[in-house]
């Protein structure tokens, strides 16, 4: 089955700096990447998604990029504001097959 | 539209006693999913329904575990008996279609001690 690793599982940052988590997937097949934001007493909301026949995708903040090649994929976060502050969740899964297979998650603190 | 809900959103439960967590999905969304935190590790897929139909189970830990989804509508997840390894959050999410936008619940918190 699909494998998904999640770096780092911790990152503080500096109110205005920009965040970066990376993960990497292990099934080829996979070709739909979510990324989701929990907050604390919250379950886990969808933030930004992109499958794999595009490399880059954005949102406001926040920016996701797939490498298909090297099966990993990354989630950005720029001008970073004390809401960013969450658990952050990547995701893969393949077309037709409902279930997502999740990174640990990263905990993102931002400093004031 | 209101979301996804489960309840309780805390239990504590001894070693060997039984507990039902319910999931009322997103009203229109035919397809629900249970999946489990344990111990600050990933998300991980427990089953899946379309309606009252039970698609894919293969992530159920084992035979203590039993869900059931009433007329196509709200969701149980019933743990007997009930075992320390049990302890987590268990997520429900709801979708409709080939819509992978899940919308996830706050979960259940269960500690078995």
């Known amino acids: 089955g699909e494998n998904v690793e999640q770096h780092p599982s911790t990152l503080s940052v500096q109110e205005g700096d920009s965040a970066v988590i990376k993960c990497t997937y292990s099934d080829s097949a996979s070709n739909y990447f979510p990324w989701y934001k929990q907050e604390l007493g919250k379950g886990p909301q969808l933030i930004i998604d992109?499958?794999?026949?595009?490399g880059e995708k954005k949102d406001q903040r926040i920016a996701v990029t797939l490498n298909k090649t090297a099966k990993h994929f990354s989630l950005h976060i720029t001008e970073t504001q004390p809401e960013d502050s969450a658990v952050y969740f990547c995701a893969a899964s393949i077309t037709n097959d409902y279930k997502l297979s999740f990174g640990a998650g990263t905990t993102v603190t931002v400093r004031a | 539209e209101a979301g996804v809900t489960q309840f309780p959103s805390h239990s504590v439960i001894e070693k060997g006693q039984t507990v039902t967590l319910r999931c009322d999905p997103i009203?229109?969304?035919?397809?629900l999913y249970w999946y489990r935190r344990v111990m600050g590790k990933e998300i991980k897929f427990l089953l899946h329904f379309v309606k009252e139909s039970k698609q894919d189970e293969s992530g159920m830990p084992n035979n203590r575990f039993l869900a059931e989804r009433t007329g196509g509508t709200y969701s149980t997840l019933k743990v007997q008996p009930a075992e320390l390894e049990d302890s987590g959050v268990y997520f429900c999410a709801s979708s409709w279609g080939q819509h992978y936008g899940y919308t996830f619940g706050s979960g259940t918190r269960l500690t078995v001690v």
């Open positions: 009203s229109g969304h035919d397809n």
């Open positions: 992109i499958r794999s026949n595009v």
